[in-house]
């Protein structure tokens, strides 16, 4: 999308996350917080992104990508926040879309109509805005009797009379550059906190200025949730995780207790695939049609598992190919596998992946069978249609032959 800007407000330490790790750093499901505003942004089109950084800045680089980095040298608020991102807008021209990098669950659909808004309006802000059950301590909108956007007041500063307001600044907007920085230029720290509020700018630019200021209602009050508590964090985690399976469920997939199953973002699975209780499946997972996985299985990143294939009870993935229909039915660690179609993994097995100093690989052929309590120890082979005995140790590279039974510690073929 050209000629907009977004600038993303990550500066804060998050003194009551209780933590010497910035706020937008800390995991949720599987990703650091920003990373999901980041994402949302890119996918609404905005490609030109600076992070205002501040606390920490040093564990933001790994998260941004490809986004620019400005740095708040002390911590004034809102508004000079913005203000340590302005000479990296090269033009001054154009529009700015202003968020926070600690509110992970605002969808690419809500950036677009925000833009979108502003942009046909001719607004010089657009203020996102969001009716709530509990406003607690966000913003209050402050509207006249007709209904027009007058301010935000910050709950530290509203009357009895705002704080009954129940709808609420989402700490994201849209500007006119110019207009922007022109208001952010009159702000003064007249409040409580002795700080530079970015909604000040918008007061200034409607009376001031006398220049029209429009807002977006969000569709989805959840949208809107910051992250500035553990339990804020445990509150958005749940969100997504049911938007997560939600989505699954449309698509055909069966769930069959969402409340102790967690699904990341960005996993893949076929339809007709049931999913049993008590089972984590985190990103880069791809699952195929009519599998079964489940209770209590962990499928980890880099695993991919085909059409008609069974993962059962205490099973752990990583990094693992499993083939068609192929059964891993319990108690099984398979890291580094490529195993094959039609193969049976006995309870128990494991592929001894790491040796100290390096990960290396096990492949299993395609109908092979391996007894239970086998132990894999990698880098080796296990040929087509092989049999591997119950409490077998194959060492590495002691690969097994195709269609032979090997048996014993250390494996040795049976003749």
Do not use: W
Not at 135 to 140: A, F, K, L, N, T
């Amino acid at each position: 999308m050209k000629s907009i800007t977004a600038i993303v407000l990550a500066a804060g330490r998050g003194t009551r996350m209780k933590s010497d790790t910035p706020k937008v750093m800390h995991g949720l499901l599987g990703k650091p917080v920003i990373s999901y505003i980041l994402e949302s942004l890119r996918s609404a089109g905005v490609k030109d992104i600076i992070v205002v950084a501040g606390y920490g800045s040093q564990f933001l680089k790994s998260a941004i990508g490809p986004a620019r980095m400005a740095i708040q040298k002390k911590l004034l608020g809102s508004g000079d926040a913005v203000m340590s991102a302005r000479r990296y807008l090269k033009s001054g021209t154009g529009d700015v879309l202003i968020t926070c990098g600690d509110a992970p669950l605002i969808r690419p659909e809500t950036f677009r109509r925000l833009i979108a808004k502003h942009r046909s309006s001719g607004a010089s802000a657009t203020v996102l805005t969001a009716k709530v059950k509990d406003p607690s301590d966000y913003g209050r909108i402050v509207r006249d009797a007709g209904g027009k956007f007058l301010n935000i007041t910050e709950y530290k500063d509203a009357s009895d009379r705002e704080r009954s307001i129940d709808e609420i600044n989402a700490g994201t907007y849209c500007f006119k550059c110019a207009d922007l920085f022109t208001a952010l230029s009159k702000v003064r720290p007249d409040n409580s906190k002795k700080e530079f509020y970015l909604t000040d700018t918008l007061s200034i630019i409607r009376s001031g200025e006398s220049k029209p200021i429009e807002s977006v209602l969000a569709e989805d009050e959840s949208e809107v949730i910051g992250i500035n508590t553990r339990a804020d964090l445990a509150e958005a985690s749940m969100k997504l995780k049911n938007t997560v399976l939600e989505d699954l469920m449309a698509e055909g997939v069966t769930i069959e207790d969402p409340a102790t199953t967690i699904i990341y973002p960005g996993v893949k699975i076929g339809r007709d695939t049931v999913i049993k209780p008590n089972t984590i499946i985190e990103s880069g997972v791809t699952i195929e049609k009519n599998c079964v996985i489940g209770p209590f299985a962990r499928i980890r990143p880099g695993t991919r598992i085909a059409s008609g294939a069974e993962i059962g009870n205490f099973v752990e993935l990583v990094r693992t190919t499993v083939g068609r229909g192929t059964k891993v039915k319990h108690h099984t660690y398979l890291g580094d596998a490529v195993v094959g179609s039609s193969v049976n993994i006995g309870a128990g097995t494991i592929t001894a992946n790491y040796d100290g100093k390096k990960k290396s690989k096990t492949v299993i052929g395609d109908g092979a069978f391996i007894g239970v309590g086998a132990i894999l120890i990698a880098p080796v082979k296990i040929g087509r249609r092989a049999i591997v005995g119950a409490g077998c140790v194959v060492p590495k590279k002691h690969n097994v032959p195709s269609g032979a039974t090997v048996v014993g510690v250390p494996a040795k073929i049976l003749k």
